[in-house]
T-cell receptor
Framework: GENVEQHPSTLSVQEGDSAVIKCTYS??????FPWYKQELGKGPQLIID?????GEKKDQRIAVTLNKTAKHFSLHITETQPEDSAVYFC???????????????FGSGTQLTVLP | SAVISQKPSRDICQRGTSLTIQCQVD?????MFWYRQQPGQSLTLIAT?????????ESGFVIDKFPISRPNLTFSTLTVSNMSPEDSSIYLC??????????FGPGTRLTVL
């Protein structure tokens, strides 16, 4: 089955700096890679995702890159703000047609702290 | 996206008892999932619940311990049976919308004494 590794486990940055979180996956059949932000006491929130047919996707201060050959993908947050502080999870799945099981395999999480 | 609610939001239960967690979504969805998140850990899939069929359980999870119902396209329940302190976790439901995107509920925080 799929195995997703995530690094670092903790990351502290100064407000305004950039943060990068990296994940690797093992199953070459995986083609969907979402990122979730989980604030304390809340459920995970989907913040951005990327599919295997693109190499990069950006949404305001957040970007995700994918290297299919190396089987790794990364989350980039620019101009970090204190409200970006949370646990971030990467995940991978083999997206399929409607009706088929598409379970997500999650990374271990990164606790991001943005220092004011 | 979807608006997903879970009940209860948290509970403290005695060893040996059972708790049923409800998950309600504001639109009809085919795929619903139940996850467990142990303290400080990542998410682990318990089972996939499709309406009209039996839930599909992941390795390490069995129906007798975690029975699931899926009576319609907007609702599901997960029961944690014969609880022990090791069952203390956050239990999360999620739904899959178009494009494989999964959205999560707020979670149910369970403490077993």
């Amino acid at each position: 089955g799929e195995n997703v590794e995530q690094h670092p486990s903790t990351l502290s940055v100064q407000e305004g700096d950039s943060a990068v979180i990296k994940c690797t996956y093992s199953d070459s059949a995986s083609n969907y890679f979402p990122w979730y932000k989980q604030e304390l006491g809340k459920g995970p929130q989907l913040i951005i995702d990327i599919r295997s047919n693109v190499g990069e996707k950006k949404d305001q201060r957040i970007a995700v890159t994918l290297n299919k050959t190396a089987k790794h993908f990364s989350l980039h947050i620019t101009e970090t703000q204190p409200e970006d502080s949370a646990v971030y999870f990467c995940a991978a799945s083999e997206g399929g047609s409607s009706g088929s099981a598409r379970q997500l395999t999650f990374g271990s999480g990164t606790q991001l702290t943005v220092l004011p | 996206s979807a608006v997903i609610s879970q009940k209860p939001s948290r509970d403290i239960c005695q060893r040996g008892t059972s708790l049923t967690i409800q998950c309600q979504v504001d639109s009809q969805v085919t795929m619903m999932f139940w996850y467990r998140q142990q303290p400080g850990q990542s998410l682990t899939l318990i089972a996939t619940a499709n309406q009209g069929s039996e839930a599909t359980y992941e390795s390490g999870f069995v129906i007798d311990k975690f029975p699931i119902s899926r009576p319609n396209l907007t609702f599901s329940t997960l029961t944690v049976s014969n609880m022990s302190p090791e069952d203390s976790s956050i239990y999360l439901c999620s739904v899959e919308l178009s494009g494989n995107e999964q959205f999560f509920g707020p979670g149910t925080r369970l403490t077993v004494l």
